[in-house]
């Protein structure tokens, strides 16, 4: 069974950073020869893609929200992706997830319909 695991959301002022990590465990899933997500929901709004990392290249695509201010990378020989998030804004107020599956396709525009693979979601606040 395919496990993810998300750590390092919290609470933050405004323009602050925060980093998330994303930790993939599982019997016969090698992350590297995948595609890994995260995806953010705040209350009320529906579930937006915000950053994708190709693991075979390093490719990555990002939401227009979050362009220039998020990164997302991966941790070499580890089935691990992160997020580093930088000036921070309280629109940025949401649960964060990863996501993965064996069929996933990192591309604009990031979608999340059928995925296999999540995390629980980590909560992070951003105060005004």
Same mark, same amino acid.
């Given at each position: 069974?395919?496990?993810?695991?998300?750590?390092?959301?919290g609470? @933050?002022?405004?323009?602050?950073? +925060?980093?998330?990590?994303?930790v993939?465990?599982? !019997?016969?899933? /090698?992350? #590297?020869?995948? #595609?890994? $997500? %995260?995806?953010?929901?705040?209350?009320? *709004?529906?579930?937006?893609? @915000? $950053?994708?990392?190709?693991?075979?290249?390093?490719?990555?695509?990002?939401?227009?929200s @979050? *362009?220039?201010?998020?990164?997302?990378?991966? #941790?070499?020989? *580890?089935? /691990?992706?992160?997020?580093?998030?930088?000036?921070? *804004?309280?629109?940025?107020? $949401?649960?964060?997830?990863?996501? /993965?599956?064996?069929? !996933?396709?990192?591309? +604009?525009?990031?979608?999340?319909?059928?995925?296999?693979? %999540?995390?629980k979601?980590?909560?992070?606040? @951003?105060?005004?």
């Open positions: 069974q395919v496990q993810l695991v998300e750590s390092g959301g609470l @933050v002022q405004f323009g602050g950073s +925060l980093r998330l990590s994303c993939v465990s599982g !019997f016969e899933f /090698t992350l #590297a020869h995948y #595609a890994m $997500a %995260w995806f953010r929901q705040a209350p009320g *709004k529906e579930r937006e893609g @915000v $950053a994708c990392i190709r693991m075979s290249d390093n490719n990555t695509y990002y939401g227009d @979050v *362009k220039g201010r998020f990164t997302i990378s991966r #941790a070499d020989g *580890k089935n /691990t992706v992160y997020l580093q998030m930088n000036s921070l *804004k309280p629109e940025d107020t $949401a649960v964060y997830y990863c996501a /993965t599956d064996e069929t !996933f396709v990192c591309r +604009l525009p990031i979608h999340y319909y059928g995925l296999d693979y %999540w995390g979601g980590t909560l992070d606040t @951003v105060s005004a």
